[in-house]
């Protein structure tokens, strides 16, 4: 069985164009690896071995789309919408094994001791089991002193989600309300807290800074609601990310932990490299086991595809920004 890809951040104390060449080195075997080229052929492509590597991001970025099933099934809409598709069961052993190697499935611990850990906000049950996955790895690790951020948005909470904040956040409205009770009974947090708010009558541009009064294991506690950068959106990953950066006091080799569901990994780090080559700081991604999402769309052979697709277009975004 092979091994797993895994994208990699640069070390710090580099220089930004040596930083900026390893960062590519570390893109170049996944974009060539034979689990992406078989994935290719599956899906009825003809993967360019003879481009140059930008070029065949390129190539990649379009030919992607084949596996946008949330604008195939869902109109753009929710990746909870999935279902499965006919065509991907029929290879559903042969793409799994593809997405493992490309790290969709097990990237569960980090190469380096963070500094700030960062449980993203979600949907259904991942607002409480990636608060509980951080505090496992920093149990594992013995974490102290270091600085605890659940990243989230005001995004009101759905319909298909209530089953699931019944287990942990009844009362929850918001993804911010919903990951942040999931913060307290994992970290076993009293909810006392110093907080500012910023609301508007746009809930997309409203925005809370919560810390805790409690630590836990000697380590701050915070929950950040971030405003989007698009009033007509509700705020993304990356709109959280970049509130994060604002309200923390960031220096130059400080080492962030994302921690997000396994099959956002190689996205999510991606879409986080610029910054951190921009700023001088290290970044890493983990995820929480799939099966935790109890058989969710997320764990779905097609949203695998999915997510593959958001990786690729992920790496033509570094390719653009960064070199």
């Known amino acids: 069985m092979s091994e797993t890809i895994r994208f990699q951040c640069p070390p710090c104390h580099l220089d930004k164009e040596t930083r900026k060449s390893m960062l590519r080195d570390s893109i170049r075997p996944w974009v060539e690896s034979e689990a992406l080229q078989d994935l290719v052929t599956l899906f009825g492509g003809e993967y360019p071995k003879n481009l140059e590597l930008s070029e065949k991001v390129k190539w990649l970025n379009g030919f992607a789309d084949i596996w946008d099933y949330r604008k195939k099934q869902a109109q753009g809409g929710e990746r909870w919408n999935l279902q499965e598709d006919p065509t991907v069961l029929e290879n559903r052993d042969a793409i799994l094994e593809c997405v493992r190697q490309l790290g969709l499935m097990d990237i569960r611990h980090p190469l380096e001791e963070p500094d700030y850990i960062l449980p993203l906000g979600g949907a259904r049950l991942s607002n409480y089991a990636r608060p509980l996955t951080a505090k496992e790895e920093i149990d594992r690790m013995e974490l102290t002193g270091k600085t605890i951020v659940a990243l989230s948005g005001k995004r009101p909470i759905n319909e298909v989600e209530l089953e699931f904040l019944q287990e942990f956040a009844p009362n929850a409205t918001t993804e911010f309300d919903a990951i942040s009770t999931g913060m307290e009974k994992c970290f076993s947090l009293k909810p006392e807290f110093d907080e500012y ?64 569901s396994c099959l956002y990994v190689p996205f999510q780090l991606l879409r986080f490299m610029d910054l951190a080559i921009d700023h001088g700081f290290y970044v890493d991604c983990i995820g929480m086991p799939n099966d935790n999402s109890k058989g969710t769309s997320f764990s779905l052979v097609t949203g695998y595809c999915q997510e593959t697709k958001a990786a690729i277009n992920a790496v033509h975004s570094v390719f653009e920004s960064v070199f």
């Open 197 to 260: 708010s910023h609301v508007t009558q746009n809930p997309n541009l409203s925005w809370t800074r919560r810390k805790y009064l409690e630590t836990y294991a000697g380590n701050a506690v915070f929950s950040l609601a971030a405003p989007s950068s698009d009033e007509s959106r509700r705020a993304n990953s990356r709109d959280t990310f970049c509130f994060f950066l604002e309200q923390f006091d960031i220096k130059e080799g400080d080492k962030l932990l994302l921690v997000t």
